[in-house]
């Protein structure tokens, strides 16, 4: 399911660009590109201006204001703006675009609901579905909404029964009231008066007929004229239905932006409307089984009744004329009695068979009414298409007639295939709409696209000025690009116009962009300063750094330079020069030209013109220590260091494909052994170069060159426009008189520390705001250092550079609220063992901690002794602290906590006793017991037995080898001697370990053993009655 989405969105979006194909092609020639319409573009000012409705002007009532062409709606319009122009014209900005109207149309199951609720959340405008709003007018007085599609939906009245003869009364009472209320409903709804607006409304509900032009007035106007329609917009769905409609539209002014037509296949509309109302058949049909069976059920029960009634009473009257005769029979005698008794069974027979007879000549069987034949789902289905695809016939021939008096109206029309699957008519509709949407600021502007012949002539002549862009591309700058695309032969440029300036593009696509949107790109900033671009690509053989230093070339017109390329530059344009002759000298004896003289061929080509503007990319160096400070000495500093890193086994593998490469056109010196040795001179000296540039510009950057080349190409691309935007927006705000950063300048210690600022390398944010001084100098980057009045100044953070770029002078003398101390009144932190030669200069408040002093409010609880390694040196005293925590905040904030004064009363010093003074358990505690504690975790992790020793035994002599092997106090022989006999002490007690898990009570012959059983056997039994040495 998802590839055959992904197949309809490709669809979809290349039916998209056939479209707007199509519509170019169709073009109105009266609102060409060409034609140099006015500032409202084809609309009509006055209705612009007096409505605030964006009414397509008639070219035939045309006006000429200052060489421009103004569109006008009638005659009327066209007079009024030949009496006033400048009223209805824009005068000091551009005109706004009002509020998107948008008419969603189409077949009833098009989809006109869904997607019209979609735009108007996805816009954040009003839904207005217009046959719902006839619906809220008049649903006061019908209590119910009206129309075809409703009357589907009522339910069938339900039948009033015939009750049962003991149940009529009662029936009766309850069925009358009932009928009464029916009757009252009747007669108020016959009674109900509605107004011709009303009637109006439920005609066209009803039966479709068309609406009074007074009451769409009444309704439409205020969705155009009245808030908060006329400052969101709207989505009106379902209107115009008709021509009718679509000519009072256009006759009254109420011209939406443009109109959306779904176009469906009938049996699309079919497939989506059926299924509901299929069930709502469905459920209908059950009802009607359900009432039929209990009519049903309840004839049989009255009927069950009435039998059982009749029966009640034949048998009451065969009881009684059984009780005569006997009566009769007491009278006879007994042979008498006999007979007739036989007699009376015979009756009593009779009369059974009797009652039975005349109950089912009484009660015939009710043949069953001749009843509707129920209509089959195949049926109710063929009848459902029929109706719906009769009602699809008559909205599709009354859209025909819509489409075509919009047409004539001039309201645009976006038509869509609305049978697709609804993500894609979403995205169709969203990508048509976008002029309308993403580019209605956009909407009154007109750009003219004309040659680059063309634009230089009107240049040349003065007829129209350059744009504040120049040559720049304005989308590619709004795209990132900081790199100033490539001009002169060969490169074509694309200018267009716009309001008497001309714009250029670096690719046709870009100046079809800059037409529907050119707002957009105008509001950016103006381009910044070109800077040419500077950057080296290294990296080990076959690492791809010759094929994007190429490429570079080739997409920014740089120059790619190697060292060979550099000397064979030298060597064709200053043959005769002093140089080249030099040069030429070691090649004649084929010797290696000296890296001297290479450097000096580099910047003998640095000088050519492509190089100065547009730039250079330096492949394959430098490669050592020695080219780097030949370059430095001459000021050549790329300003990225680009190293493509691949392993050796990569390079050998690519080596080999280039080999046998069928592109190959002569051989190459690249067999694996050169590749070798060129690899391990590589690898020699790219440490060095590595770690010079990592320390001094901090330009060095590592980049995965296992990855694709797009992928790598990328990421040198966005390396090098990160590094140009940096210079680019440095340039332009010293220019301005503005800081800015230095970050990934290049920038090398010794540089910063000789142009440091007044406050060196505390920073002046932190100074200024909170009085604290905070030493930047223990971060070597320069990440959050700027640049102000020729002077580098260090923060302690991103937010202190914000501010510090935001408003530097209030930071900076001479309106900094706090100067720098003098250098011997910063605090300066030193090591224990500085502290100590300074003997006998005293430590201050005797040694205790002054910051938990102060903050503990000077409490005694406060006072505690500082650590001797954590010391400052301030004002020519020395400082103990409690922690590095505390030694920082007496840094930051030094003048709160060195002027203290201690009380009288203070603890009791911590004096220093010897171990020798102290209990044998205390001894024992400071001196051995973290000794005694491993050698006793040992033990009890390995669990020692020596053969024919006791546990106990085992254990003790464990416990000294371990003591003895591990005693610091010990020379490193005694220790090593120690170890040894511990290892061997643990093996002797693996033995019965082993022996245990090979012994077996069945004998084994000695090939089935393991192989050292035997030796491990005889080992174990040489040492029954020799103990180990304890020495």
């Known amino acids: 399911m998802d590839v055959d989405e992904e ?67 009638n005659d009327e319009a066209r007079e009024k703006f030949l009496k006033n122009s400048q009223m209805y014209l824009p005068k000091k900005e551009p005109l706004k675009s009002p509020a998107l109207r948008l008419l969603m149309l189409g077949p009833k199951g098009s989809g006109k609901s869904l997607h019209a609720r979609y735009l108007a959340n996805k816009l954040n405008i009003f839904h207005i579905d217009f046959r719902e709003r006839l619906q809220e007018m008049i649903i006061a007085k019908t209590k119910k909404k009206i129309g075809p599609e409703y009357e589907e939906d009522k339910e069938e009245p339900e039948e009033e029964e015939e009750g049962n003869d003991d149940e009529e009364g009662a029936n009766a009472e309850d069925v009358e009231p009932a009928a009464e209320d029916e009757d009252k409903k009747k007669e108020e709804e016959d009674e109900m008066e509605y107004t011709e607006e009303e009637e109006a409304i439920k005609s066209y509900l009803e039966s479709d007929d068309p609406l009074p032009d007074e009451l769409m007035t009444k309704i439409l106007t205020d969705w155009w004229n009245t808030e908060p329609f006329k400052s969101t917009g709207f989505v009106l769905e379902g209107f115009p239905r008709t021509s009718d409609e679509a000519k009072y539209l256009a006759e009254n002014g109420l011209y939406p932006d443009g109109a959306v037509l779904l176009n469906v296949e009938d049996m699309d509309v079919v497939g989506r409307l059926l299924p509901p109302k299929l069930d709502k058949w469905r459920v209908k049909r059950d009802k009607r089984l359900a009432k039929k069976n209990k009519k049903k059920e309840k004839a049989k029960k009255k009927r069950d009744a009435a039998i059982e009634k009749r029966r009640a009473e034949l048998t009451k009257e065969r009881d009684e004329r ?21 007699e009376e069974e015979e009756e009593e027979v009779e009369e059974e068979e009797d009652i039975e007879a005349v109950l ?68 169709l509709l969203s990508k048509n709409l976008k002029p309308y949407v993403d580019f209605r600021h956009s909407r009154f502007e007109r750009v003219y696209a004309i040659s680059e ?72 900033p103006s ?61 004649v004896r084929g010797q290696t030209i000296p890296d001297e003289l290479t450097i000096q061929a580099l910047e003998t080509t640095l000088l050519d013109m492509r190089c100065q503007t547009r730039g250079v990319v330096f492949d394959g160096f430098p490669m050592s220590k020695r080219q780097i400070d030949l370059m430095t000495q001459k000021s050549i500093i790329p300003i990225r260091i680009v190293e493509l890193e691949i392993d050796s086994k990569e390079t050998m593998v690519r080596g080999t494909k280039d080999r ?21 001179n590589y690898l020699r000296e790219i440490g060095e170069v590595r770690k010079w540039y990592k320390e001094q510009h901090k330009n060095f950057v590592n980049m995965n060159g296992n990855r694709s080349k797009w992928w790598v190409w990328h990421q040198l691309l966005d390396v090098a426009r990160k590094g140009v935007s940096q210079i680019q927006l440095y ?111 005293p430590i201050e408040i005797q040694g205790y901690c002054p910051v938990t002093y102060l903050d503990g409010k000077c409490r005694y609880e406060a006072i505690i002794q500082g650590d001797r390694e954590l010391v400052v040196l301030y004002r020519d005293n020395l400082y103990y602290f409690e922690n590095e925590k505390k030694l920082k905040k007496f840094m930051r904030l030094p003048e709160k906590y060195w002027n203290l004064t201690l009380p009288h009363k203070l603890p009791p010093k911590k004096e220093p006793i010897a171990v020798t003074n102290i209990p ?71 033995l019965i370990k082993y022996l245990g898990n090979n012994m077996t009570v069945k004998y084994k012959d000695p090939k089935a053993r393991p192989i050292d059983f035997d030796f491990k056997l005889n080992q174990f039994m040489a040492l029954k009655g020799i103990e180990p040495t304890p020495t």
């Open 453 to 524: 012949k063309l634009a230089t002539k009107m240049l040349r002549v003065g007829y129209k000025q350059p744009s504040r862009f120049g040559k720049w591309d304005p989308v590619q700058m709004k795209d990132g690009e900081c790199i100033q695309p490539m001009q002169g032969p060969g490169y074509s440029t694309y200018p267009a116009i716009y309001r008497g300036h001309i714009y250029y593009f670096a690719s046709h696509d870009n100046r079809d962009m800059f037409i529907q949107d050119p707002m957009s790109y105008l509001k950016q």
């Open 660 to 680: 046998h490469s069928p592109n190959r056109a002569y051989p190459v010196h690249d067999s694996a052994q050169i590749l070798a040795i060129k690899l391990s």
């Open 527 to 587: 381009p910044k300063p070109v800077v040419p671009i500077r950057i080296a690509v290294i990296g080990p053989p076959k690492s791809g750094k010759t094929t994007m230093a190429t490429r570079f070339a080739e997409t920014y017109g740089l120059m790619r330079l190697s060292l060979g390329e550099a000397i064979r530059q030298v060597m064709l344009n200053q043959p005769k020069s002093t140089l080249a002759m030099a040069i030429n000298s070691y090649m």
């Open 731 to 841: 340039l332009q705000r010293v220019a301005d008189g503005k800081a800015s950063s230095v970050a990934d300048m290049c920038i090398t210690p010794q540089e910063f520390e000789v142009r440091l600022g007044d406050f060196g390398q505390y920073c002046p944010v932190n100074l200024a705001n909170k009085g604290e001084l905070i030493d930047c100098s223990v971060n070597p980057t320069l990440e959050f250092a700027a640049e102000f009045r020729g002077h580098y100044y260090k923060m302690a953070g991103q937010e202190e550079l914000e501010e510090f770029l935001h408003e530097p002078e209030k930071y900076v003398p001479p309106l900094a609220p706090v100067k720098l101390p003098a250098r011997h009144l910063l605090p300066r932190q030193i090591t224990g063992v500085q502290a100590k030669a300074m003997f006998p200069k």
């Open 7 to 73: 197949e309809e969105d490709l669809e979809a979006s290349r039916e998209a660009e056939d479209e707007e194909e199509e519509e170019e092609e169709d073009e109105d020639p009266n609102r060409s590109k060409k034609k140099p319409l006015g500032d409202v573009n084809h609309f009509c000012p006055v209705s612009m201006y007096e409505r605030n409705v964006l009414w397509p002007g008639n070219p035939e009532c045309s006006a000429r204001y200052r060489e421009k062409v103004y569109y006008l709606a």
């Open 360 to 427: 089912a000549e009484e009660f015939e069987e009710e043949e069953e009414e001749d009843e509707e034949e129920e209509e089959l789902e195949e049926d109710a289905v063929d009848r459902l298409k029929n109706d719906l695809a009769e009602v699809y016939d008559n909205d599709t021939n009354r859209l025909a007639d819509v489409q075509q008096t919009l047409e004539e109206a001039l309201i645009p029309r976006i038509e869509l295939e609305g049978g697709r699957k609804p993500h894609i008519v979403r995205y």
């Open 920 to 990: 044998m358990l205390g001894f024992m505690e400071q001196t051995v017991a973290t000794s005694i504690n491993k050698a006793l975790t040992a033990v009890g992790s390995l669990k020692p037995k020596y053969p024919f020793l006791s546990v106990t035994r085992s254990s003790q002599i464990y416990f000294a080898y371990h003591l003895k092997a591990y005693n610091p106090k010990s020379s490193e022989y005694v220790r090593k001697k120690y170890k040894q006999k511990l290892m061997r002490f643990e093996e002797t007690c693996e």
């Open 322 to 342: 059984r009780a005569e005769r006997k009566a009769q029979k007491g009278e006879k005698d007994s042979d008498e009695e006999a007979e007739e008794g036989e």
